[in-house]
């Protein structure tokens, strides 16, 4: 059973029909690569996974729950599905630890020694021990960015979903939170990530999904993929992105 | 029988300051109980339930306050229903106060962006837990400085009070005027009076805005 399953997902807000007829499954370990012009339904597909958007059609599995089903217990679901945001979305009033420690806390009811102990292994993975006692406003966007990472991975998340993670961020901080992707990815962690970074794609994603106009139009092994486009519109879509 | 304005009735004055203070006291007590439940209302992810708020909200801001103790105080003695002055006041300022302090706090809820709750729904926190441990520390900070100002106006609108029967600062400088006629005098006594109130809630206010800042 594959891990993410979505099928024939139509979304609209109004009359504006954003996902149309979106079909994938995500095997457990599989790291997707989700590519395509601005406003083609990355973000907006990303964000059905774990149930943050509801949809007008067909059907979002996660590991067997239906995501879309109303009886479905989203707070469960999201706990074992960590999501990061372009604009990283720490909370301004707490300190990196308690960014960190207040799901484990709250909704799994960890004890605060054991709490802080989780954020010091979480902020090792990412390079950022050190700064457990800092304020976000503090950290640059390339740490901010790591400590939502972590705060996510605080959660052991069976699928991490990535937004653009990369984009809100100057040129030469961008390496440091990649670094941090290709870790995950070697320790088998499952994900989704919506990116123009083409290389990294290339590098580090096993399948690369193009939409087009809210269809995934086309998508296959990364390095083919990437490689020899089959429709024009990828080829298009490279071309621009690669200037 | 006219007399001298004398530090006697200066000191009548601050005595009247007590029903101008506990006037405010229950005003804003009640007014945030209902507040609270209307700013909760207004942010409501369920329509009937921010509608409900909305109407509360349009009525009571197109009502005056006066109208509200008129209501409770005479209206309910002509149904045979004996109100106290205290039971009227605490109710219609209550229901005052709360309009104005549940759109003020809904201003400060929405003004923290929608990506603090998304964040906090996407770590499986439940809608109580985002507000409680995300939504409202970040709102508080900014819900400071409006909230003190109308609690400054708050409590220069207890003087409407005296309509049924409270003599607090403003009625007392009537009676005061009534029987000195040194109107500018007392009236002056009252005008400080009541500065020396608002003055130190505004100093306190950006005070404790300074200190929340310094602690995030
Ligand atoms: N909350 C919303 N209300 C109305 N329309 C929306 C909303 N969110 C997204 N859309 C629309 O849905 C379409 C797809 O948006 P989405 O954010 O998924 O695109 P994207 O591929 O992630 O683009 P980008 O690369 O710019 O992030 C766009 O046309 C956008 O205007
Ligand atoms: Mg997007």
New interface residues.
């Given amino acids: 059973m594959p891990l993410v399953d979505l099928k024939d997902v139509v979304k609209r807000y109004g009359t504006n029909t954003v996902l149309n007829g979106v079909s994938l499954s995500v095997e457990k370990g599989e790291i997707i690569a989700i590519i395509g012009r601005s406003g083609s339904g990355k973000s907006t597909m990303l964000r059905c996974v774990?149930g943050?958007e509801p949809i007008q059609g067909g059907t979002v599995a996660f590991d067997g729950t239906i995501v879309n089903d109303p009886g479905t217990d989203?707070?469960?679901l999201?706990?074992h599905?960590?999501?990061v945001?372009q604009?990283f979305?720490?909370?301004?009033?707490?300190s990196v630890e308690k960014n960190i420690t207040?799901?484990p806390k709250?909704?799994k009811g960890m004890a605060p020694a054991e709490a802080r102990r989780l954020a010091e292994t979480v902020l090792r993975k990412v390079g950022l021990a050190e700064k457990i006692d800092a304020?976000p406003?503090q950290l640059s966007g390339g740490q901010q960015q790591r400590v939502a990472i972590a705060?996510?991975l605080a959660?052991s998340p069976q699928l991490m979903l990535f937004d653009e993670i990369t984009s809100a961020l100057d040129p030469e901080l961008v390496g440091e939170v990649l670094k941090t992707l290709e870790e995950m990815a070697r320790e088998g962690m499952t994900m989704m990530l919506v990116t123009h970074e083409i290389g990294f794609a290339r590098k580090v994603a096993d399948r690369v999904v193009f939409m087009h106009h809210g269809k995934i139009w086309e998508e296959g092994p990364a390095a083919a993929t990437l490689g020899a486009p089959r429709t024009p519109e990828l080829e298009t879509f490279l071309s621009a992105v690669l200037h | 029988m006219i007399r001298e304005f004398t530090f006697t009735d200066v000191l009548y004055l601050v005595a009247a300051m007590r029903w101008t203070l506990a006037l405010t006291a229950i005003a804003f007590l009640g007014g945030g109980i209902v507040g609270l439940a209307i700013a909760l209302l207004r942010v409501s992810p369920l329509a009937p339930l921010r509608w409900a708020g909305t109407v509360y909200v349009l009525v009571v801001q197109g009502t005056p306050l006066l109208a509200w103790l008129f209501v409770f105080f005479f209206g309910l003695s002509i149904l045979g229903v004996e109100v106290s002055p205290w039971i009227a006041a605490a109710a219609s300022y209550s229901i005052y106060a709360g309009a104005f302090l549940g759109e003020i706090w809904r201003g400060c809820l929405q003004a923290i962006p929608k990506?603090?709750w998304?964040?906090?729904?996407?770590?499986?926190?439940?809608m109580a837990?985002q507000l409680r441990?995300?939504i409202v520390?970040?709102a508080t900070?900014l819900a400071i400085p409006p909230t003190v100002g109308f609690l400054v106006q708050l409590i220069k609108n207890t003087s409407l009070a005296a309509v049924i029967g409270f003599i607090e600062l403003t009625r007392e400088g009537q009676l005061t005027t009534a029987t000195t006629f040194r109107p500018f005098t007392v009236y002056l006594t009252v005008a400080a009076l009541y500065f020396l109130l608002c003055f130190p809630l505004t100093q306190a206010s950006r005070r404790l805005e300074r200190r929340l800042h310094a602690a995030?």
Avoid at chain 1, 89 to 94: A, V
Avoid at chain 2, 118 to 126: F, H, P, V
């Fill in positions: 774990n943050l989203l707070r469960k999201r706990q599905v960590g999501i945001f604009s979305n720490l909370f301004p009033h707490l207040l799901a709250v909704v304020w406003d705060r996510s959660m | 990506t603090q998304e964040a906090g729904a996407s770590l499986g926190l439940s837990a441990y995300i520390p970040q900070r995030r």
